[in-house]
């Protein structure tokens, strides 16, 4: 990455300690050439003040002010609110060796980040050849429909479930796809959470019916509610002795979609819930486990927290709020993308990448 | 499609390099009533501050009616502030001019180089009909009551074209009955496209408007509640402990024929404010007015603005001073902030009303000495020397009480003790109320909002604007309306 128009601080410094020096050398000239003439001090005077002022102004634009700017980035990465990443290329360098570090750090990052990503595409790419995804649904038709003959619909409907489930999971990678599709995932994973936890778990799918045909056709980041849906049940409404309620609302507002995953089970307190929000919202932890695939618990949500932000920016993600013994909501804010927007951009781009071709 | 009208993304605030806002997340959408119940008061004034200034931030971002208006990465320069108004207790009008004045002329919009008057009192006039109110439009903003003050900066902010308004604590200044209209108001504006962020400590305040209901505590939002239910469960889950301990006061509470009683007469500025109650030695009698002017009265003839008037007490048929005289002492609101000498230590504080204990010199070491031992046994060592003002609010609020209890009143007005407190507060002056109570001494509770005065009273004399007195005993105290916080308990 290319730090163009920006020039470190310290050659501004060196400038202005040469245009200092060039001044002071004037001044001591100015006292032995000149003769001494009151009107001549006079605009000698007036000339350096008004010089003084442009350096004064100089050292507070040029140096003063990038510098305090750099200072004030730089802290709120050490305290992990914003990315390195996203600054490095923002960052003013000090000097033209520190330039080229921060250039190299973010080459670094990326290229960690890239390889990381690519290393997990290429790993999820072989896992999914070796499940061999037509055996493993095959396998659970076979199994549903030797269920079936036997009578035991159950498990044939179990089985059926997860076969589902499964093709949803695996076999679809596409990075968005519909509100409609990922609540039906949900609605598969929910059935068979049912079949585990009987009539101890309910689920409920609220938004307003006027709108319901248009936010089915939303686009969301594919897996973006299942985790949190999972997330709720095993952390939230499971722990619970009387029965637990997972409400998904999904709301429409100018600014976006508005998803909130709300369940009323044990919660958490307030320390639990700091450490959580803190962990959200560090780009640290962020970049950390973007790196390393690992975390310290709510996995499920930073990785869907981090994907968000990759996809749509930071201004977009998830917040949690908790209370013990009341219940845990998670809301995503997501931008409004439709089906018919995104079928679109795809025709854009496969027009456009035709059109490449035939210049070659 | 809802419009949003206020978010704030994980906004974070610091004051003196320390957060006082964290990840903090708030979306109040248009025509919504979102109410804010503060569980502690930690971070309320950092955020009302910040939404009135939209000073910069140190991380996070804050959208208004869409747009992005402040944002950390542009932290250096201040933004455009949000077109709301903050409407609390102290006024914000312009004082020695009119209510005309103060709704159109003082505006940054207002460009006529003529005031007409009576085009703007016609206009202000269809306003007033519309809400059924009479409000003189010429009439001095400093003669009206708080009811109508704050009418006036609402509909100050609705003609300035903002689309928010903040109520800050509001049931401490207006009545039960002045509350109930003010509610109509808001759903009035509501329905123009208006939003309303409510801000009080009591959930049972909230839940008669509120759409939704944000519990604040240590300056996060904890949970957002959804509907009544929920809020209603939050509310009990956070002060389930002050609950428990309300519990097994009220089952052990016993109050004995035998106590010696009081009667105290107040003559009121009219005839009609006038009345007279009895209160027995331990006590505790909530005097609650149903009109606020006439508590302002009661309050200003406590605290001695009301000397030029005919207001006076007469405690058995003489006449007495309270906080005056040593047999009838007075806690004043904020007692943490308004009783104490913050440069003074914590001994001073505490003996300065006890010269008629300590008068004797021979006495007065030894009996220092005994106090201070005592004290530092409930507080821990070295508390004595502390100057009042490095003390912490639980200590503070100690000190007022434990003067007030070794000063031997026979009974003490508390005025609305449990104003602007958060929750740990309000159960700390509540722990000391009962100390108070069981060493005899009366109290009696002059408030406008009930707030938590049900967890402590054993009689309630409600005083209607007609001078009309009806009491209430303990034992019916379920027929009470459930809008009043832990009316719940004698259900």
């Given at each position: 990455m290319k730090r163009r128009g920006k020039r470190a601080i310290s050659l501004k410094i060196i400038f202005f300690l040469f245009i200092v020096l060039a001044l002071f050398l004037l001044v001591i000239a100015t006292d032995l050439f000149c003769s001494g003439e009151a009107s001549f001090f006079r605009f000698r005077a007036v000339f350096l003040l008004f010089l003084l002022l442009l350096l004064s102004l100089f050292f507070f634009l040029c140096i003063y002010r990038p510098y305090r700017f750099y200072e004030e980035r730089l802290e709120r990465v050490l305290r992990g609110y914003a990315a390195l990443t996203e600054l490095c290329a923002e960052l003013p360098a000090l000097t033209p060796m520190n330039k080229r570090e921060l250039e190299l750090v973010s080459e670094i990052l990326n290229s960690a980040e890239l390889s990381e990503q690519s290393k997990r595409?290429?790993?999820?790419?072989?896992?999914?050849?070796?499940?061999?995804?037509?055996?493993?649904?095959?396998?659970?038709?076979?199994?549903?429909?030797?269920?079936?003959?036997?009578?035991?619909?159950?498990?044939?409907?179990?089985?059926?479930?997860?076969?589902?489930?499964?093709?949803?999971?695996?076999?679809?990678?596409?990075?968005?796809?519909?509100?409609?599709?990922?609540?039906?995932?949900?609605?598969?994973?929910?059935?068979?959470?049912?079949?585990?936890?009987?009539?101890?778990?309910?689920?409920?799918?609220?938004?307003?019916?006027?709108?319901?045909?248009?936010?089915l056709k939303c686009m969301i980041p594919k897996l973006s509610l299942q985790p949190i849906l999972?997330?709720?049940?095993?952390?939230?409404t499971e722990l619970?002795?009387?029965?637990?309620?997972?409400?998904?609302?999904?709301?429409?507002?100018?600014?976006?979609?508005?998803?909130?995953?709300?369940?009323?089970?044990?919660?958490?307190?307030?320390?639990?819930?700091?450490?959580?929000?803190?962990?959200?919202?560090?780009?640290?932890?962020?970049?950390?486990?973007?790196?390393?695939?690992?975390?310290?618990?709510?996995?499920?949500?930073?990785?869907?927290?981090?994907?968000?932000?990759?996809?749509?920016?930071?201004?977009?993600?998830?917040?949690?709020?908790?209370?013990?013994?009341?219940?845990?909501?998670?809301?995503?804010?997501?931008?409004?993308?439709?089906?018919?927007?995104?079928?679109?951009?795809?025709?854009?781009?496969?027009?456009?990448?035709?059109?490449?071709?035939?210049?070659? | 499609m809802r419009c949003e009208i206020l978010r704030m993304e994980k906004v974070t605030y610091l004051g003196q390099d320390n957060p006082v806002l964290q990840n903090f997340d708030l979306c109040i959408m248009q025509e919504e009533i979102m109410g804010l119940l503060p569980i502690n008061h930690f971070?309320?004034?950092?955020?009302?501050?910040?939404?009135?200034?939209?000073?910069?931030?140190?991380?996070?971002?804050?959208?208004?009616?869409?747009?992005?208006i402040n944002s950390w990465k542009e932290s250096g320069a201040k933004k455009r502030t949000p077109q709301l108004s903050l409407i609390s207790e102290e006024s914000s009008l312009i004082e020695g001019q009119s209510v005309l004045s103060n709704i159109f002329v003082y505006q940054r919009g207002f460009r006529d180089w003529i005031i007409r008057n009576r085009v703007l009192e016609k206009r202000l006039g269809g306003i007033f009909e519309d809400l059924s109110l009479e409000i003189d439009p010429r009439s001095s903003v400093e003669s009206l009551g708080s009811f109508e003050r704050i009418i006036v900066e609402i509909i100050r902010g609705i003609t300035a074209g903002h689309s928010l308004m903040i109520f800050n604590e509001l049931g401490a200044v207006l009545s039960e009955e002045e509350l109930k209209k003010l509610y109509q108001i808001i759903r009035y504006y509501r329905e123009r496209g208006i939003s309303f962020l409510l801000i009080s400590p009591h959930y049972e305040e909230l839940k008669m408007i509120c759409d939704r209901t944000a519990f604040l505590k240590d300056g996060q939002i904890?949970?957002?509640?959804?509907?009544?239910?929920?809020?209603?469960?939050?509310?009990?889950?956070?002060?389930?402990?002050?609950?428990?301990?309300?519990?097994?006061?009220?089952?052990?509470?016993?109050?004995?024929?035998?106590?010696?009683?009081?009667?105290?007469?107040?003559?009121?500025?009219?005839?009609?404010?006038?009345?007279?109650?009895?209160?027995?030695?331990?006590?505790?009698?909530?005097?609650?007015?149903?009109?606020?002017?006439?508590?302002?009265?009661?309050?200003?003839?406590?605290?001695?603005?009301?000397?030029?008037?005919?207001?006076?007490?007469?405690?058995?048929?003489?006449?007495?001073?309270?906080?005056?005289?040593?047999?009838?002492?007075?806690?004043?609101?904020?007692?943490?902030?308004?009783?104490?000498?913050?440069?003074?230590?914590?001994?001073?504080?505490?003996?300065?009303?006890?010269?008629?204990?300590?008068?004797?010199?021979?006495?007065?070491?030894?009996?220092?000495?005994?106090?201070?031992?005592?004290?530092?046994?409930?507080?821990?060592?070295?508390?004595?020397?502390?100057?009042?003002?490095?003390?912490?609010?639980?200590?503070?609020?100690?000190?007022?009480?434990h003067r007030i209890l070794l000063q031997r009143p026979k009974f003490i007005f508390c005025i609305q003790p449990f104003k602007n407190a958060g929750l740990a507060q309000r159960e700390r002056i509540w722990e000391l109320q009962r100390m108070l109570l069981q060493n005899g001494i009366a109290l009696i509770i002059p408030t406008i909002s009930m707030a938590d005065s049900l967890s402590i009273a054993d009689r309630i004399i409600r005083l209607h604007t007609q001078g009309e007195a009806e009491e209430w005993k303990r034992i019916s105290f379920h027929l009470l309306p459930d809008t009043v916080p832990f009316h719940d308990l004698y259900s």
């Open positions: 595409q290429a790993q999820y790419q072989a896992l999914q050849n070796q499940i061999n995804p037509h055996f493993l649904y095959n396998t659970l038709d076979g199994i549903r429909s030797e269920a079936l003959i036997a009578g035991l619909d159950k498990v044939a409907e179990m089985t059926e479930a997860l076969a589902a489930f499964f093709r949803y999971t695996i076999s679809n990678t596409e990075d968005l796809v519909t509100l409609e599709e990922e609540l039906e995932n949900c609605n598969t994973y929910f059935k068979i959470q049912k079949y585990r936890f009987g009539d101890r778990l309910l689920m409920r799918i609220l938004m307003d019916e006027e709108d319901k045909a248009f936010l999972e997330n709720s049940i095993i952390h939230g619970k002795l009387e029965q637990g309620c997972t409400e998904i609302r999904i709301e429409r507002t100018d600014r976006g979609l508005l998803l909130t995953v709300s369940d009323n089970g044990v919660g958490m307190d307030q320390e639990h819930l700091r450490k959580l929000r803190k962990r959200l919202g560090d780009a640290r932890e962020e970049l950390s486990a973007g790196i390393t695939g690992t975390g310290r618990g709510g996995i499920a949500l930073s990785n869907v927290n981090q994907r968000i932000h990759i996809l749509f920016g930071e201004e977009y993600g998830l917040h949690i709020f908790s209370v013990e013994d009341i219940g845990t909501d998670v809301e995503i804010t997501l931008p409004l993308i439709r089906r018919e927007a995104e079928e679109n951009s795809e025709k854009r781009r496969l027009y456009s990448g035709r059109s490449g071709n035939l210049e070659m | 971070g309320i004034a950092t955020l009302l501050k910040l939404l009135l200034e939209n000073d910069p931030i140190y991380y996070g971002y804050i959208y208004f009616r869409g747009k992005l904890m949970k957002i509640a959804k509907d009544q239910r929920e809020g209603e469960g939050i509310a009990s889950a956070i002060s389930k402990n002050y609950r428990k301990q309300i519990n097994f006061y009220l089952k052990d509470r016993k109050l004995w024929d035998k106590m010696t009683a009081f009667c105290v007469h107040y003559l009121g500025k009219t005839e009609r404010q006038g009345f007279e109650f009895t209160i027995r030695e331990g006590e505790c009698l909530v005097l609650q007015f149903l009109d606020s002017a006439d508590y302002r009265d009661f309050s200003d003839c406590l605290t001695g603005d009301g000397r030029k008037r005919e207001a006076a007490f007469l405690l058995d048929g003489r006449r007495i001073r309270p906080g005056r005289d040593r047999e009838c002492a007075v806690i004043w609101e904020q007692a943490d902030k308004s009783m104490l000498f913050p440069e003074l230590s914590f001994m001073e504080n505490l003996c300065f009303t006890m010269e008629f204990a300590l008068g004797n010199p021979i006495k007065r070491k030894r009996m220092r000495d005994r106090i201070r031992r005592e004290q530092e046994e409930l507080f821990g060592k070295g508390i004595a020397r502390k100057a009042a003002g490095e003390l912490t609010k639980r200590e503070k609020y100690a000190l007022v009480y």
